[in-house]
């Protein structure tokens, strides 16, 4: 099965609009984190934004914020007043449990881009 | 500038030899990965290693080895074995402790078999 799912393989966006980029999750551990990185045509990987699970308040970056619903094992990426610099591809990813040491589970991926 | 520096950036070999991947770091990590990207895929673990002299398979590791001798560099040979090395490859490092601490990346190598 799927550790993560990223059901949404391209987005378009209005430059200086807000996006919501999905992604949810299976784990039976109660210990784990969630992380977004953005990777540009270059191919480097940039990391975003990080979600513990037991964080009760949704984290923020900047334009960056995660929406964590943890009932429904989500963790969607928003990013606010989209740029043309935000058009990439974007990744989730979860670390499970800390016996796990900090190995990352990748999602697929979902190209953003952003119009002008 | 601390970082993690991968050489070459693009690589070609015939079917059939080995190639080794250069991954050196500066961040005074302990951890380091190695992953495979397909186009339009995620990334899928190689290895990866916690400590020197030490180092674990991780979801694909066949066709491929590693060595840890020292803290800073961590090369992956993608041997012959490899039914399909065609792939960018990238390496990342971190400190073992779980948390919030994110994984650094490398700039990649694209690898190409003809």
């Known amino acids: 099965a799927q550790k993560i799912t990223q059901t949404q393989p391209g987005m378009f966006v209005q430059e200086k609009e807000a996006v919501t980029l999905d992604c949810t999750y299976d784990?039976?551990?109660?210990?784990?984190?969630l992380f977004w990185y953005k990777q540009p045509s270059s191919g480097e990987m940039i990391f975003l934004i990080y979600q513990g699970s037991y964080d009760e308040q949704n984290a923020t970056e900047g334009r960056y914020s995660l929406n964590f619903q943890k009932a429904r094992k989500s963790a969607n990426l928003v990013i606010s007043a989209s740029q043309l610099g935000d058009s990439a591809m974007y990744f989730c990813?979860?670390?499970?449990?800390?016996?796990?040491?900090?190995?990352?589970?990748f999602g697929a991926g979902t190209i953003l881009r952003v119009k002008s | 500038d601390g970082g993690i520096t991968q050489s070459p950036k693009y690589l070609f070999r015939k079917e059939g030899q080995n190639v080794t991947l250069s991954c050196e770091q500066n961040l005074n990590h302990d951890a380091m990965y190695w992953y495979r990207q397909d186009p339009g895929q995620g990334l899928r673990l190689i290895y990866y290693?916690?400590?020197?002299?030490?180092?674990q398979k991780g979801d694909i590791a066949e066709g491929y080895s590693v060595s840890r001798e020292k803290k800073e560099s961590f090369p992956l040979t993608v041997t012959s074995a490899q039914k399909n090395p065609t792939a960018f490859y990238l390496c990342?490092?971190?400190?073992?402790?779980?948390?919030?601490?994110?994984?650094?990346f490398g700039p990649g190598t694209r690898l190409t078999v003809l």
């Open positions: 784990t039976s551990d109660q210990s784990y984190g």
């Open positions: 990342a490092s971190s400190t073992v402790l779980s948390g919030s601490d994110e994984q650094f």
């Open positions: 290693s916690q400590i020197v002299n030490d180092f």
């Open positions: 990813a979860m670390r499970e449990g800390e016996e796990y040491g900090n190995k990352l589970v």
